[in-house]
């Protein structure tokens, strides 16, 4: 997946080189962030935390065409507008083998 945000990155912004991936780590590590604040927020119930770190979360991601991320980041949201926490554990599962798969 990392390929895919540093083609998306040169492609749509125009940033080569060094710049792409400066912007990459970045993302990565606010993604990392994201996803520890997230499921802290999903363990307490904190169905507001929840809506606040997947809205963010899913800024950053489609800024960097990070779109599965997006997808999954969007789907908790929604479960948490929902008060269903059981649907945002199962969807916080996906989220994680997502951010894995940038590595």
């Known amino acids: ?7 998306h990155l040169r492609e749509n912004f125009e940033i080569t080189g060094d710049s792409a ?16 604040e997230l499921g802290a927020a999903i363990d307490a119930g904190d169905i507001l935390k929840i809506r ?3 809205h963010s979360m899913m800024g950053c991601s489609s800024n960097v065409g ?3 991320i997006v997808k999954r980041a969007g789907e908790i949201n929604r479960a948490a507008h929902c008060s269903d926490l059981a649907a945002a554990r199962r969807f916080y599962a996906l989220l994680c083998e997502e951010a894995r798969n940038l590595d």
């Open 66 to 68: 990070a779109v599965m």
């Open 21 to 36: 991936t400066v912007i990459l780590d970045t993302y990565c590590r606010t993604l990392e962030r994201h996803v520890r």
């Open 52 to 54: 606040a770190v997947t």
């Open 1 to 7: 997946m990392k390929n895919t945000i540093l083609d």
